[in-house]
């Protein structure tokens, strides 16, 4: 999987947007970039994941920049249950291959201030 | 929302003993994961499953590990001769297709070896 680059650390206000960034320059053409979350003492939760087209869910949005090679999760108001390690990962497109495992890096670390 | 469970939760094994942790994916998921996370490190991909057979493993699940899904809903990992190294939480992960889509989680077995 092509390397991702993340703040370690990220602080914020409860009820505020968050937007954390990721930067991704060797991204290829087929990777879509997934974000996963970990809150504390709990598995890897999925969050969001787009190609090229900036994608919204219920739980956050994601902008990809136009050159593809850095995105942002954004989470429109913060609340104290969003306090968690968010990750940038890129996933090849297609399937089988050696393209089955998430290769996580660090992360970056959200605080929710109340 | 269906989810991964796992279990138990907790499992505290002697140095030496075999250790059968269990998952039970999403029920028309077709690939099945097993990641492991030391304590303060990056979550680490061990094994990917899929059609009753290993697809892709890391270095770290060498001799000492295997999986199997003993039946249509269970997925196991054991460990046959279980190392002070091996405490740690473990995850298991499952997902319709590779490739784009995501991978849903379990919250893990704390696993102590004393």
């Known amino acids: 999987d092509a390397k991702t680059t993340q703040p370690n650390s990220m602080e914020s206000n409860e009820e505020e947007p968050v937007h954390l960034p990721c930067n991704h320059s060797t991204i290829s053409g087929t990777d879509y970039i997934h974000w996963y979350r970990q809150l504390p003492s709990q598995g890897p939760e999925y969050v969001i994941h787009g190609l090229t087209s900036n994608v919204n869910n219920r739980m956050a949005s994601l902008a990809i920049a136009e050159d593809r090679k850095s995105s942002t999760l954004i989470l429109h108001r913060a609340t104290l249950r969003d306090a968690a390690v968010y990750y940038c990962i890129l996933r090849a497109m297609n399937s089988g291959g050696s393209n089955y495992k998430l290769t996580f890096g660090k992360g970056t670390l959200l605080t929710v201030n109340p | 929302e269906p989810e991964v469970t796992q279990t138990p939760s907790h499992q505290v094994t002697q140095m030496g003993q075999e250790v059968i942790l269990r998952c039970v994916p999403i029920s028309n998921h077709l690939y099945f994961y097993w990641y492991r996370q030391i304590l303060g490190q990056k979550v680490e991909f061990l094994v990917s499953?899929?059609?009753?057979?290993?697809?892709?493993k890391s270095e770290i699940f060498d001799d000492q590990f295997s999986v199997e899904r003993p039946d249509g809903s269970n997925f196991t990992l054991k460990i046959r001769s279980t190392k002070l190294e091996d405490s740690a939480m473990y995850f298991c992960?499952?997902?319709?297709?590779?490739?784009?889509?995501?991978?849903?989680f379990g919250d893990g077995t704390r696993l102590s070896i004393l």
């Open positions: 992960a499952s997902s319709y297709l590779t490739g784009g889509q995501p991978q849903h």
């Open positions: 499953f899929y059609n009753n057979e290993i697809s892709e």
